[in-house]
């Protein structure tokens, strides 16, 4: 019985061609785009999930309280001290492990040379806690003694060709060796971070790298990510509920002004599986991916799989005349209507087997141009496993039914005398059904377009809004130790070229992040007043303002002239607002003390965005390190003309090669740093663009259908209306105008819709567009316009048939 039912299915198949080849189109596009979103998902869902005691791994967060008690910072990071203590005080810890990021940092092997931007000290029990494959070394002893250093085999690769690794020295920063204690294979790209090479902690003890002291009692550098590996289903709540009672016994209240720390500060725990999506501090390993986006995603794929079906449905139904005497044929002969439900549902199944084939063959060729628009290294092995395969397996069926349930039940209901006699004629009921299904198709594809227009739109806004400062030709290097002693000379050299306008130094540049906060007081005679706000601050010199264009609206810039500005301030007009002054003029001379240093403010700055449009301009203030201070510099900015831009950077790189020799030459240009900002919001604007083409694509093919099924139904009476004196253009008139009022029907459906969704999307940028009312009939227009050329290509034809051929029966 079910092979002669596969058998009636496939010749069904075979002699419909056009139908069920658009069928068979419309299902493997949607699947191949459901494939290939299940695969972005499954790898979104899988970070760190590789690491055998991943459900037991949890990392220390740090968040730092206003006096309000509101959050002013959220860090992925810790102090190094709290390691210690806290295996200490929490006996249940198996084993703790910490990481520091080495930040951008000269190596070189004779002659070879790069900055390692995945440079990381490792205690040396990273191994217990982490699953990380050793191809070469022991990984109980490779990180144990002080400058030592692990690499993975692509960078062992890139310093030591194919000569052996082991036990050879590189060095670091043109100051000190480590030796190759040991090869590890790289962390795979689905794990939160990517150390291309790990040093030994135990480094850090050194006085020259950062010093014992410092790890024992330094409270203020929280640059520490620390992992615990805890027992299976510890209680981790109540390990939390116990850490403002541990801060408070182990860090000086003399810090907090005799309060207790936890009023100010709190340690919680993440756990390793929930970093990747649910994790959004202030400073993270690399840049983490978002729970939002999987939902918006998989919301996405469900739309245009329900878009496919919708396409099958109206599709068969279409073509319902062409069978309608197969139908009542087989009635007369006692098929029952099980039975031919039963057939009908054969043929959907077996068609959606057919597309889910070659969805996954097209899934092979698209995964790179996934990869491409998503910057992510996704394989198509991420689907291979049983819990995506068995419900694969099961999804033709499950899809193949719920596409044709109503066509079968549409179809078997056909009255044999009716079908036979050729009088035939759909019920007013199913074509109401399958213009709802239309409607649904086209509302999804229109709240599709405005998503991605206001996404562009917004992007467009952040990359021309005026910064109030100016990041055009700007390029930033690394401020290195070896420029502390001679950088007035190296300046001047670079400055002898025209091409090159100025020269600065800061601890941080624009578009990075402002995390730097040192306390902030205003002065009373003696008497100190704290704010119950952060100031975030930023060492520079002399030359920063200038170098960026930054306007000052009262007061003067750092300047030689004055032997004590090293102990003075500029800040900017938020930081007034702050601190409560009346205006920017009336802020300078104002006595004011910012952690240790005690001075005056000379100078106010205009507002600007030293970070991305995320955030609001916060309060900032700058401060100009005395000589002997140089190390607050991280950063060094050279301001260039546009014109020879290659001859000028290739000046600059020779410059910098005389002063600094051994550390190679590395830049960036800051509009483009900039531009990174926002890569997140670009790839997944172009990901929506992308697949609304493809929703709205599919939903023609359903408008298609429907519109030959009713061109089919009234071929009679476009016959009698062209007899009558009707022209083409009234006919084809009368035939769109039905359609387009359903997409004008779907437009106001999706209207409100789309807007709740953008709102809310755009509550994530501090400074935003506004969603104008042009959005919204731009993206109807271009629907309505699409439907109106696919309608017409059938009602043109129709309006140009001989009715001689309609009406030859009558």
Same mark, same amino acid.
């Given at each position: 019985?079910?092979?002669?039912?596969?058998?009636?299915?496939?010749?069904?198949?075979?002699?419909?061609?056009?139908?069920?080849?658009?069928?068979?189109?419309?299902?493997?596009?949607?699947?191949?785009?459901?494939?290939?979103?299940?695969?972005?998902?499954?790898?979104?869902?899988?970070?760190?999930?590789?690491?055998?005691?991943?459900?037991?791994?949890?990392?220390?967060?740090?968040?730092?309280?206003?006096?309000?008690?509101?959050?002013?910072?959220?860090?992925?990071?810790?102090?190094?001290?709290?390691?210690?203590?806290?295996?200490?005080?929490? #006996?249940?810890?198996e084993?703790?492990?910490?990481?520091?990021d080495?930040?951008?940092?000269?190596f070189?092997?004779?002659?070879?040379?790069?900055?390692?931007?995945?440079?990381?000290f490792?205690?040396?029990?990273?191994f217990d806690?982490?699953?990380?494959? %050793?191809?070469?070394?022991?990984?109980?002893?490779?990180?144990?003694?002080?400058?030592?250093?692990?690499?993975?085999?692509?960078?062992?690769?890139?310093?030591?060709?194919n000569?052996?690794?082991?036990?050879?020295?590189?060095?670091?920063?043109?100051k000190?060796? &480590?030796?190759?204690?040991?090869?590890?294979?790289?962390?795979? !790209?689905?794990?939160?971070?990517?150390?291309?090479?790990?040093?030994?902690?135990?480094?850090?003890?050194?006085?020259?790298?950062?010093?014992?002291?410092?790890?024992?009692?330094?409270?203020?550098?929280?640059?520490?990510?620390?992992?615990?590996?805890?027992?299976?289903?510890?209680?981790?709540?109540?390990?939390?509920?116990?850490?403002?009672?541990?801060? =408070?016994?182990?860090?000086?209240?003399?810090?907090?002004?005799?309060?207790?720390?936890?009023?100010?500060?709190?340690?919680?725990?993440?756990?390793?599986?929930?970093?990747?999506?649910?994790s959004?501090?202030?400073?993270?390993?690399e840049?983490?991916?978002?729970?939002?986006?999987?939902?918006?995603?998989?919301?996405?794929?469900?739309?245009?799989?329900?878009?496919?079906?919708?396409?099958?449905?109206?599709?068969?139904?279409?073509?319902?005349?062409?069978?309608?005497?197969?139908?009542?044929?087989?009635?007369v002969?006692?098929?029952?209507?099980?039975?031919?439900?039963?057939?009908?549902?054969?043929?959907? %199944?077996?068609?959606t087997w057919?597309?889910?084939?070659?969805?996954?063959?097209?899934?092979?060729f698209?995964? #790179?141009?996934?990869?491409?628009?998503?910057?992510?290294?996704?394989?198509?092995?991420?689907?291979?496993?049983?819990?995506?395969?068995?419900?694969?397996?099961?999804? #033709?069926?499950?899809?193949?039914?719920?596409?044709?349930?109503?066509?079968?039940?549409?179809?078997?209901?056909f009255?044999?005398?009716?079908?036979?006699?050729?009088?035939?004629?759909?019920?007013?009921?199913?074509?109401s059904?399958?213009?709802v299904?239309?409607?649904?198709?086209?509302?999804?594809?229109?709240?599709? $377009?405005?998503?991605?227009?206001?996404?562009?739109?917004?992007?467009?806004?952040?990359?021309?809004?005026?910064?109030g400062?100016?990041?055009?030709? %700007?390029?930033?290097?690394?401020?290195?130790?070896?420029?502390?002693?001679?950088?007035?000379?190296?300046?001047?050299?670079?400055?002898?070229?025209?091409?090159?306008?100025?020269?600065?130094?800061?601890?941080?540049?624009?578009?990075?992040?402002?995390?730097?906060?040192?306390?902030?007081?205003?002065?009373?005679?003696?008497?100190?007043?704290?704010?119950?706000t =952060?100031?975030?601050?930023?060492?520079?010199?002399? =030359?920063?303002?200038?170098?960026?264009?930054?306007?000052?609206?009262?007061?003067r810039?750092?300047?030689?002239?004055?032997?004590?500005?090293?102990?003075?301030?500029?800040?900017?007009?938020?930081?007034?607002?702050?601190?409560?002054?009346?205006?920017?003029?009336?802020?300078?001379?104002?006595?004011?003390?910012?952690?240790?240093?005690?001075?005056?403010?000379?100078?106010?700055?205009?507002?600007?965005?030293?970070?991305?449009?995320?955030?609001?301009?916060?309060?900032?203030?700058?401060?100009?390190?005395?000589?002997?201070?140089?190390?607050?510099?991280?950063?060094?900015?050279?301001?260039?003309?546009?014109?020879?831009?290659?001859?000028?950077?290739?000046?600059?790189?020779?410059?910098?090669?005389?002063?600094? #020799?051994? @550390?190679?030459?590395?830049?960036?240009?800051?509009?483009?740093?900039?531009?990174?900002?926002?890569?997140?919001?670009?790839?997944?604007?172009?990901?929506?663009?992308?697949?609304?083409?493809?929703?709205?694509?599919?939903?023609?093919?359903?408008? &298609?259908?429907?519109?030959?099924?009713? $061109?089919?139904?009234?071929?009679?009476?476009?016959? @009698?209306?062209?007899?009558?004196?009707?022209?083409?253009s009234?006919?084809v008139?009368? @035939?769109?105008?039905?359609?387009?009022?359903l997409?004008?029907?779907?437009?106001?459906?999706?209207?409100?819709?789309?807007?709740?969704?953008?709102?809310?999307?755009?509550?994530?940028?501090?400074?935003?567009? !506004?969603?104008?009312?042009?959005?919204?009939?731009?993206?109807?227009?271009?629907?309505?316009?699409?439907?109106?050329?696919?309608?017409?290509?059938?009602?043109?034809?129709?309006?140009?048939?001989?009715p %001689?051929?309609?009406?030859?029966?009558?």
């Open positions: 019985m079910i092979r002669n039912y596969l058998k009636v299915a496939w010749r069904n198949l075979v002699k419909y061609k056009l139908i069920s080849g658009i069928n068979l189109f419309g299902l493997t596009v949607g699947m191949a785009c459901c494939l290939l979103i299940l695969a972005y998902i499954s790898n979104e869902l899988s970070f760190d999930r590789y690491n055998v005691n991943a459900n037991r791994i949890y990392r220390v967060t740090r968040d730092f309280n206003n006096q309000n008690g509101s959050i002013s910072l959220r860090l992925s990071t810790i102090s190094p001290p709290f390691g210690p203590y806290l295996t200490n005080d929490f #006996p249940d810890i084993k703790m492990t910490r990481l520091l080495y930040g951008t940092t000269p070189r092997y004779e002659e070879k040379m790069f900055n390692e931007t995945h440079a990381f490792a205690d040396e029990n990273l806690v982490f699953t990380v494959k %050793v191809l070469k070394g022991d990984p109980k002893r490779a990180l144990a003694d002080p400058f030592s250093v692990m690499l993975t085999e692509e960078t062992a690769k890139k310093y030591f060709g000569d052996e690794p082991m036990n050879k020295m590189i060095r670091c920063n043109n000190v060796n &480590f030796k190759v204690t040991g090869i590890y294979q790289a962390f795979p !790209s689905n794990a939160h971070m990517h150390p291309s090479m790990l040093l030994s902690f135990s480094t850090l003890r050194d006085s020259t790298i950062y010093g014992e002291e410092n790890l024992r009692t330094n409270w203020g550098n929280n640059s520490f990510f620390t992992f615990l590996l805890l027992p299976e289903h510890y209680p981790v709540r109540t390990m939390i509920d116990r850490f403002p009672a541990f801060l =408070d016994k182990h860090m000086d209240h003399r810090d907090f002004n005799g309060q207790d720390p936890s009023k100010f500060t709190s340690l919680g725990l993440q756990k390793l599986t929930d970093i990747h999506l649910y959004h501090t202030d400073y993270e390993a840049e983490n991916g978002d729970i939002g986006r999987v939902y918006i995603f998989a919301a996405i794929a469900l739309f245009i799989l329900l878009i496919a079906c919708i396409n099958y449905m109206n599709l068969s139904t279409a073509r319902s005349a062409l069978r309608a005497r197969e139908i009542g044929i087989r009635k002969i006692g098929a029952e209507r099980k039975e031919l439900i039963f057939q009908f549902l054969t043929e959907s %199944v077996l068609l057919l597309a889910i084939i070659l969805a996954a063959v097209l899934l092979y698209l995964i #790179p141009f996934l990869n491409r628009i998503s910057d992510e290294h996704i394989s198509g092995n991420i689907l291979v496993k049983w819990q995506i395969l068995v419900p694969l397996a099961l999804a #033709p069926f499950a899809i193949g039914i719920l596409a044709g349930i109503y066509p079968s039940l549409f179809l078997s209901s009255q044999p005398v009716k079908t036979l006699k050729g009088i035939f004629k759909a019920g007013g009921s199913n074509i059904f399958r213009k299904l239309v409607v649904t198709q086209f509302a999804v594809s229109i709240i599709l $377009i405005i998503c991605t227009l206001i996404v562009f739109r917004q992007l467009r806004y952040m990359q021309e809004k005026s910064l400062l100016d990041k055009e030709h %700007v390029i930033t290097m690394l401020y290195n130790t070896a420029l502390y002693d001679k950088y007035d000379a190296f300046r001047n050299e670079l400055l002898q070229n025209q091409a090159v306008r100025d020269a600065a130094r800061s601890s941080r540049i624009p578009s990075g992040r402002l995390l730097d906060d040192m306390g902030a007081f205003t002065l009373s005679g003696d008497s100190l007043k704290p704010l119950n =952060d100031i975030k601050y930023v060492a520079t010199d002399y =030359d920063f303002v200038p170098s960026f264009g930054i306007h000052m609206v009262a007061g810039n750092f300047s030689h002239a004055f032997g004590l500005d090293t102990s003075n301030f500029l800040i900017n007009e938020a930081a007034v607002k702050t601190i409560g002054w009346k205006s920017p003029q009336a802020a300078i001379g104002k006595d004011f003390k910012y952690g240790n240093a005690k001075g005056h403010v000379i100078g106010v700055m205009g507002d600007f965005h030293f970070e991305s449009l995320h955030q609001q301009i916060v309060p900032m203030i700058f401060l100009l390190p005395s000589p002997s201070q140089s190390g607050f510099y991280n950063n060094l900015t050279v301001k260039i003309s546009g014109g020879n831009m290659p001859s000028t950077l290739a000046f600059i790189e020779s410059t910098w090669r005389k002063f600094v #020799p051994g @550390i190679p030459f590395q830049y960036n240009f800051l509009d483009e740093q900039f531009d990174n900002l926002y890569r997140s919001e670009q790839r997944q604007g172009t990901i929506i663009m992308t697949f609304a083409c493809i929703a709205i694509f599919i939903a023609c093919l359903g408008l &298609f259908g429907l519109s030959a099924f009713a $061109i089919t139904q009234r071929i009679k009476e476009i016959g @009698i209306r062209k007899v009558l004196g009707a022209s083409v009234q006919i008139t009368l @035939i769109s105008s039905d359609f387009l009022r997409v004008l029907i779907a437009a106001l459906i999706a209207f409100p819709i789309a807007w709740f969704a953008m709102h809310n999307w755009l509550k994530d940028f501090a400074y935003r567009i !506004s969603i104008g009312l042009w959005v919204f009939l731009a993206a109807g227009f271009l629907a309505t316009l699409v439907a109106l050329i696919t309608i017409s290509l059938q009602a043109i034809r129709a309006a140009l048939a001989n %001689v051929e309609s009406l030859r029966t009558e």
